[in-house]
């Protein structure tokens, strides 16, 4: 079998976050719920700008879009850029797509919101603790976060692999656990029907791209946040409406903050 070395720029990142993420069932109904799940928590009105960071192929930002939002979405992947700006576009709707390292993205008290979907906890703390500075950079005063997540006391497993039928191919991904980190490392290769393995491997223009990921509890959430000069408001364990409070038993947990508003003097 002949074995193919890609990147994520070059591969991974439309593989996964378009071509696998839209044959998942039922993923264009979870994109309608999560959105009103962050209307509803965040108390989002038409016109208010939204920053979406770690964008992926924009589909809940669009889903905002559609709602009224205008929408700024960052990710590092071109190709995501590309499809994210193609969708909107093509549904004239507010919603700009722009390549960039979600730790060095540098906006001005521009956004009423910001959301973090799919891509917090890819660094060190450090790396972590600049993406929050970015948010608190990028917010108006008073202006609120939703960071998305699943539940790492329900979701953690030391050693996890599997298989999936992706289109014209098998997917094989495993992922590590190190507890002495809080740290999972993912691996991941793609073996096509035609007879090709597809492996990943990290390529020079794919800085800024981690196959691991760190999982914070919600008290180390709360004190990285706090330390970041952002406030924690609430916690929700899944998107469902009515808002659910976040239990050692959810299955996701979203963390939804503010920044502060000067005190009067």
Same mark, same amino acid.
């Given at each position: 079998?002949?074995?193919?070395?890609?990147?994520?720029?070059?591969?991974?990142?439309?593989?996964?976050?378009?071509?696998?993420?839209?044959?998942?069932?039922?993923?264009?109904?979870?994109?309608?719920?999560?959105?009103?799940?962050?209307?509803?928590? *965040?108390?989002?009105?038409?016109?208010?700008?939204?920053?979406? $960071?770690?964008?992926?192929?924009?589909?809940?930002?669009?889903?905002?879009?559609?709602?009224?939002?205008?929408?700024?979405?960052?990710?590092?992947?071109?190709?995501?850029?590309?499809?994210?700006?193609?969708?909107? +576009?093509?549904?004239?709707?507010?919603?700009?797509?722009?390549?960039?390292?979600?730790?060095?993205?540098?906006?001005?008290?521009?956004?009423?919101?910001?959301?973090? *979907?799919?891509?917090?906890?890819?660094?060190?703390?450090?790396?972590?603790?600049?993406?929050?500075?970015?948010?608190?950079?990028?917010?108006?005063?008073?202006?609120?976060?939703?960071?998305?997540?699943?539940?790492? *006391?329900?979701?953690? +497993?030391?050693?996890?692999?599997?298989?999936?039928?992706?289109?014209?191919?098998?997917?094989?991904?495993?992922? +590590?656990?190190?507890?002495?980190?809080?740290?999972?490392?993912?691996?991941?290769?793609?073996?096509?029907?035609?007879?090709?393995?597809?492996?990943?491997?990290?390529?020079?223009?794919?800085?800024?791209?981690?196959?691991?990921?760190?999982?914070?509890? $919600?008290?180390?959430?709360?004190?990285?946040?706090?330390?970041?000069? *952002?406030?924690?408001?609430?916690?929700?364990?899944?998107?469902?409406?009515?808002?659910?409070?976040?239990?050692?038993?959810?299955?996701?947990?979203?963390?939804?903050?503010?920044?502060?508003?000067?005190?009067?003097?």
């Amino acid at each position: 079998m002949k074995e193919i070395e890609k990147g994520w720029q070059e591969f991974w990142a439309g593989f996964f976050r378009i071509r696998h993420r839209h044959a998942i069932e039922g993923i264009r109904d979870f994109d309608r719920k999560l959105a009103s799940h962050i209307i509803e928590t *965040l108390e989002l009105k038409p016109d208010d700008r939204v920053l979406d $960071l770690a964008c992926g192929g924009g589909d809940q930002a669009i889903e905002l879009a559609r709602r009224g939002m205008g929408v700024v979405g960052v990710d590092i992947a071109h190709s995501l850029v590309d499809y994210a700006n193609s969708n909107a +576009r093509n549904e004239h709707l507010q919603a700009e797509f722009m390549q960039g390292d979600m730790r060095e993205t540098r906006f001005r008290e521009e956004f009423d919101s910001c959301m973090i *979907l799919c891509g917090f906890g890819f660094f060190d703390d450090g790396g972590n603790r600049q993406v929050l500075d970015v948010v608190r950079n990028a917010l108006k005063e008073g202006g609120q976060f939703y960071i998305f997540g699943p539940n790492p *006391l329900t979701r953690i +497993r030391e050693h996890w692999k599997g298989w999936e039928m992706v289109n014209d191919g098998y997917l094989l991904m495993e992922s +590590r656990y190190d507890t002495a980190t809080g740290r999972t490392t993912d691996g991941f290769r793609y073996f096509e029907c035609s007879g090709g393995l597809i492996v990943f491997k990290q390529k020079p223009e794919d800085k800024g791209f981690s196959l691991e990921t760190r999982w914070y509890t $919600l008290p180390e959430m709360i004190d990285l946040i706090e330390t970041a000069q *952002l406030v924690f408001r609430a916690a929700y364990g899944s998107i469902e409406l009515p808002p659910e409070e976040y239990t050692i038993a959810s299955k996701e947990m979203v963390v939804v903050g503010r920044k502060p508003s000067p005190i009067p003097i």
